[in-house]
């Protein structure tokens, strides 16, 4: 009778999670990030394809990308916190799901045509196309910013409500979801280009970002009846009541016959029209730019956001950057996609630890722990530049590279046609012969670079989870949104410099150099880290003492956060 009493009620709760609102939040968050990964992936590859397998169009559209949210972050963030929540996470799945729609019909036309139209209009009716398709991208990367900083930085914390550690647990899920998705998508678009097309491929993306768009909508709006005080907004009420004022302003003027009060209400009115003119409200976006960064210098969590922020500035992640320089160093695309999914569990671990450290240690504690556990996995990384078989060599001009494509061997700047013929044999050969890697004589730097990159990526995602729970906990609900904004563009501008300096000094021998100012970046990170723990904690941040132990009367109570 007891077992069958607790079947039930097991049953019952299974049963209750599926149709709670926290379900319904991962479920759509996995449709959303599914559709990103997939399209990152994807938008990618199509414009190396497009452009004669050069580069070229894909790094002027991660440049638009990064540019665009460095410079709208705070816009997109104070639009989020001004307009109510259902619009705002409306809206932008909208945005969202039509431009990647649109950009892969206009793909599909472009893959299908492309003779055609590279013979109309000398060839600018295709230069358009492309124009088109990297706008394009652009606003769905902008939309899925917006995105992003509404669900998980405001509706997760309101679906939470009080309870950290439910709003913890909410967090590590929506970050293991996002490590899955980021190496599971890849794969099937990936698969069905290859056994398909590029054009089959576009079709597929369109395809499932019109269903998923359909499904989200449903799974939002489900969300919002589950949860009340997601109609509640801080930010939205200001406005409004601002803008019952303005009315009320100008019916109380015409219906006022005394002078003195007439008077007092005509100069609000002055102040009202001046902030409705028209040169007031161009000057709007560098006025919210401007109070976006002050609002985000001025939070009593600036140091730990920076030190987050300064974890991108690194070549020790499994990016592009990378994956390319293993390649150089033996390593065949085999290996290299063993190491992702090591890297991804080792994220998945991370996600877990953090959950479990802090309970037993607090929030602050936390992300010391992580920083320290990061930073020491790193020092092998630090390790493979001096160790056998490393490529580093100082005496090797890390400018060489780029001289020698630029002009040449005989100095003089090159004729533009010889450019693409060079770029295009390069990226062929690195595809056709990627599994016959480059012999080195000892694989134990590239061993121990990978070995840290790895392991540091738990120290990596628990830290990132402590300080994006720092950011939800800290800032209040009518700036959440520009300040995650704000975080956003100072994210993109660390990794433009990382790319920038990947630029400055891209052979492999100058790759240890590289490393250790990774490693630098990230130890700065941390220093600033430890200034905000050690501030918020009032000197006791070696105090590991659990959260839920009573506090003594003779110390000062310590901040929410802990």
């Known amino acids: 009778m007891d077992s069958a009493a607790s079947k039930m009620s097991c049953c019952e709760r299974v049963r209750e999670f599926f149709k709670s609102a926290k379900f319904l939040i991962y479920l759509g968050h996995a449709l959303s990030t599914w559709g990103d990964r997939m399209w ?20 002027v559209y991660g440049l638009v990308v990064a540019g665009s949210v460095l410079l709208l972050g705070a816009i997109i963030g104070d639009w989020v916190d001004k307009n109510p929540r259902l619009k705002v996470a409306q809206t932008s799945l909208v945005v969202q799901n039509t431009a990647v729609i649109l950009c892969g019909v206009l793909l599909m036309v472009v893959f299908q045509f492309k003779e055609q139209l590279s013979t109309l209009y000398s060839g600018w009716l295709l230069t358009t196309c492309y124009i088109m398709v990297i706008t394009i991208a652009n606003i769905a990367n902008l939309a899925s910013t917006a995105m992003s900083i509404t669900i998980q930085r405001d ?30 998508a890849p794969m099937l678009v990936g698969q ?39 109609a509640f907004k801080a930010g939205q009420k200001e406005a409004d009541d601002q803008e019952l004022k303005h009315l009320n302003v100008q019916k ?50 600036f140091f730990a956001g920076m030190s987050l922020a300064f974890l991108y500035m690194t070549v020790l992640g499994f990016d592009c950057i990378t994956t390319g320089y293993a390649y150089t160093q033996g390593l065949n695309g085999s290996v290299l996609s063993l190491l992702m999914g090591a890297s991804a569990i080792s994220g998945i671990c991370g996600t877990v630890a953090f959950t479990w450290i802090r309970k037993k240690c607090g929030l602050i504690r936390t992300g010391f722990i992580a920083g320290v556990t990061q930073l020491s996995c790193l020092m092998l990384c630090v390790a493979s530049v001096f160790a056998p078989g ?4 100082l005496s090797v001009s890390p400018f060489d590279d780029v001289i020698k494509h630029l002009f040449g061997d005989s100095g003089s700047l090159r004729e533009s046609p010889t450019i693409v013929p060079t770029i295009e044999p390069q990226i062929q050969t690195n595809i056709t012969v990627f599994d016959e890697a480059p012999q080195v004589e000892s694989y134990m730097s590239v061993s121990l670079l990978f070995a840290g990159v790895i392991a540091a990526r738990v120290g990596l995602w628990s830290f990132d989870l402590t300080v994006t729970q720092l950011i939800q906990e800290n800032v209040i609900e ?32 100058a790759f240890g150099l590289l ?48």
Not at 155 to 182: C, E, F, H, P, Y
Not at 260 to 273: F, R
Not at 390 to 393: A, I
């Open 390 to 393: 490393s490529p580093f060599d």
């Open 478 to 509: 009518s700036e959440r949104g520009i300040i995650n904004g704000v975080q956003n563009s100072m994210n993109y501008l660390l990794d433009l410099l990382h790319f920038i300096m990947v630029i400055l000094a891209p052979n492999p021998e």
């Open 155 to 184: 509706w997760v914390v309101v679906v939470a409500g009080d309870d950290r550690s439910k709003l913890a647990d909410m967090n590590a899920t929506v970050r293991i979801i996002d490590q899955l998705t980021n190496i599971l």
């Open 192 to 230: 069905i280009m290859a056994f398909g097309s590029h054009f089959i491929g576009c079709g597929f993306i369109s395809g499932w970002n019109l269903f998923s768009m359909c499904l989200e909508y449903f799974l939002l709006w489900k969300v919002y009846q589950k949860t009340p005080a997601l």
């Open 40 to 59: 990152n992936f994807a938008v990618a590859v199509f414009l190396v394809e497009l452009y004669g397998n050069s580069l070229l169009l894909t790094a």
């Open 252 to 301: 109380e003027i015409g219906s006022n016959e005394n002078p003195v009060e007439g008077s007092q209400l005509m100069n609000e009115t002055a102040e009202v029209k001046k902030n409705t003119s028209c040169c007031y409200q161009m000057t709007e976006p560098i006025r919210t730019f401007k109070d976006g960064w002050v609002a985000y210098y001025n939070q009593s969590i």
């Open 515 to 562: 490393v250790i100012i990774s490693v630098s970046f990230v130890a700065m990170g941390h220093m600033m880290y430890f200034r905000f723990a050690y501030k918020s904690l009032r000197g006791r941040l070696f105090l590991f003492c659990s959260p839920e132990q009573k506090p003594d009367p003779n110390i000062p109570s310590l901040p929410n956060s802990v």
